[in-house]
């Protein structure tokens, strides 16, 4: 066995029950990861210097084969359900001894990186690997460590990352040979099966999300955030595609960040490093921040080229709506460091109404904004999820279901109160259709 790149000395990976690797690369920096990626013919760079690869069967998340194991630990304090779905204590290990067994003789990469741009909160990271690509899309979502750091990280999660082995369901009661299951006795999540880059940030999400209100007194919550010239905060909830990412690149604010965000008592921070930005009909004179972003170090998924050309087409959405590019937060050029915030003064509610009948926007009382936030009516934009091809109405808690393993009221509450203490105000922004429903309004 051969260990190449930095690490800390104290630490080998037969600790977690790997036996027979042939190579383990450690912390590659992201330049040696988009090398081998395109060397081991997984990924092309475009004319814009940035990767491009095709993330194979799942170009979404699969919110149906995630699991979280039940025992002593979450028994009592998960929302169990339709999206926290138990996985049984007993069926963890060997689930876990399929993949170490399948990694036998391969060649892993680690990346070790960090969440929470608050030091107080700080969640250390480490991703194992057999696919470089998703190596670097931890070091570009994640928090980065310095060189110096990588020798003393000790991780307090685990992610063992197997994208292309499935299991067979019927030997643990689960759904289908993919599967990403997230063990908070162990700190460790397990994902098989599928390589959509998203599950790897989404499972941390969720841990946080659990860990954060429980035991910090920290609002988790799904929005993005930036600050304005006065350093005014403000927040922008809402399901993937409801324009998050887009409204938070705004030239004329800070951002702070995209997609996944604590609000502590001293003000608000970023959980993630970068941005995941959704690419369809992406162009320099709509979106230019994010356009700008896509370049050398970035890793665009599931696009496709002009023919005969290495220019991506974002109008293509051959292969999925949900095409995809991360980047670290500081390509956006106006991102803040840290991305930390104020107390936010201005709450926003991006709801999608496929239906046409919300008005472009409203401004909500106390009590309407908790009524929203917990019916979280909007709608799924077609790809972020296996199987929705055009948008869909959903009630989703906390405008991200999917992702709290809490009970709603928990984070419902906090909120409320954090609303009320520094005074907030709330607006719902209908940023689907209007004039009409889905294929008529517009
Ligand atoms: C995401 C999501 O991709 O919320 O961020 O699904
Ligand atoms: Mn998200």
């Excluded at 036998?104 to 030091?119: Q, R």
Aim: charged residues 20%; aromatic residues 12%; contains cysteine.
């Amino acid at each position: 066995m051969q260990e190449t790149g930095i690490k800390n000395p104290k630490h080998n990976l037969s600790d977690y029950g790997f036996k027979n690797l042939s190579i383990i690369n450690w912390n590659w920096s992201q330049d040696q990861l988009i090398d081998q990626t395109v060397i081991k013919s997984m990924g092309q760079i475009a004319d814009s210097g940035a990767l491009t690869v095709d993330t194979g069967e799942f170009t979404g998340r699969a919110p149906k084969d995630k699991y979280i194991v039940k025992d002593t630990v979450t028994e009592n304090t998960i929302y169990w359900g339709e999206v926290n779905q138990p996985f049984e204590e007993k069926n963890f290990q060997p689930l876990l001894d399929e993949l170490l067994n399948y990694f036998d003789g391969k060649e892993v990469y680690v990346k070790d990186s960090f969440a929470c741009a608050d030091p107080n909160y700080r969640l250390n990271v480490r991703v194992i690997t057999e696919l470089p690509w998703a190596a670097m899309f931890a070091g570009n979502m994640f928090l980065r460590p310095k060189q110096e750091e990588l020798k003393t990280i000790e991780p307090d999660w685990i992610i063992v990352h197997a994208p292309t082995y499935k299991t067979d369901p019927k030997k643990y009661g689960i759904r289908s040979g993919n599967f990403a299951v997230l063990n908070f006795t162990r700190k460790m999540i397990i994902i098989g099966g599928t390589a959509y880059t998203g599950e790897i940030k989404k499972g941390i999400f969720t841990v946080l999300n659990y860990v954060l209100p429980q035991d910090k007194g920290v609002l988790a919550m799904h929005c993005s955030a930036n600050i304005g010239k006065e350093k005014d905060t403000a927040i922008f909830f809402g399901l993937s595609g409801t324009g998050k990412t887009t409204l938070s690149a705004d030239p004329d604010r800070g951002l702070i960040g995209d997609d996944e965000h604590g609000w502590s008592d001293e003000g608000v921070f970023n959980f993630e490093g970068g941005c995941y930005a959704k690419c369809v009909n992406l162009s320099e004179e709509k979106e230019p921040e994010i356009f700008r972003a896509i370049k050398h170090g970035s890793l665009l998924e599931n696009i496709r080229f002009v023919p005969g050309t290495k220019t991506v087409n974002y109008d293509d959405i051959s292969v999925t709506e949900n095409t995809r590019v991360s980047y670290p937060l500081d390509f956006i050029a106006n991102a803040v460091e840290p991305s930390i915030g104020k107390h936010p003064e201005n709450i926003f509610f991006l709801t999608c109404d496929a239906f046409g009948v919300l008005p472009p926007i409203s401004k909500l009382t106390e009590g309407q904004a908790m009524y929203w936030f917990l019916s979280g009516y909007t709608a799924k934009v077609a790809g972020t999820e296996a199987g929705i091809t055009e948008p869909k109405t959903t009630f989703s808690t906390c405008f991200g279901a999917p992702f709290f393993p809490l009970d709603p009221n928990k984070y419902a509450g906090m909120l409320a109160e954090k609303m009320r203490k520094h005074k907030a105000n709330v607006w719902l922004v209908n940023t689907g259709w209007s004039g009409g429903g889905y294929g008529v309004g517009s």
